[in-house]
């Protein structure tokens, strides 16, 4: 098979589909992790092979815990994907960040409860850095290509992930603002951090839908949420179209390619088989003729 694309993307909240995407094939990829979201769709745009899967399934039937974050990370890791750009919808914590506005975070903080957050265990310890949880080249592009077509992009930015699948409340919502995270969601956790072991790069465009519910008077309301995100998705098929070959055309310099160097700490002799089998496509280049 000969099913590859070096640039994926992680569709959010309304974006299911890429339109314009030439000679799609829909692929089935079976993982060690069990099943990802759905058949990843490989297809061209603009001259560039590319791999979508939308992260909460077609027709978005699986919550933000509910995902298989390791499957799909894995699913693409398979299919050749080097760079990985997620679309998610967030609520913004800043009175700048307005709905319809893009923001390329750097950070994250991590509040979710307990989601399996790693490829690795089960006999390998494997610790990455996760210092910068983006990669700086791919979220610059982002940006860039966005200021481009005019489209509002931040650079920089805390992502807080929020288990949810409810809203926030009001106190919790103060709560992420005197944290100091800018934007709040539900999904980069554990998704950075598995594209961060499989050394993919990984960048986000966050799509402001809302003030989420510090902001008196502007409250979320679902309706609107929905009207703004329908605008927001747009903009982000406009953005894709462009980044996506830009992407591709871009050298890669960064370390992410490098992240699992050091990393593991179990020594090749002392692996369990049965795990170093299982995590042959990350770990297959530090343990192969090592047992
Ligand atoms: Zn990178």
Known sequence: MT???KIGVLGGSGLYEIPGLR??????????????????TLGELEGVDCAFLPRHGQGHVLLPSEINARANIWALKSLGVERLIAVSAVGSLKEELAPRHFVVPDQLIDRTKGRTSTFFGGGIVAHVTFDRPFCAELSKLLCETAGGLGLVAHSGGTYVCMEGPQFSSKAESRLHRQLGADIVGMTAIPEAKLAREAELCYAMAALVTDYDCWKEGEEVNNEQVIQTLNAN????IRLLASALPA??????RCRCARALEGAIFTSPRNMDRKAAKRLELLIGRFTRGRR
């Open 247 to 252: 992407a591709c055309a871009l050298p890669r």
């Open 3 to 5: 099913e590859k694309a």
């Open 233 to 236: 998705v747009a903009n982000a």
């Open 23 to 40: 000679n799609v094939r829909r692929v089935q990829v079976k993982t060690p992790f069990g099943e990802p979201s759905g058949a990843v």
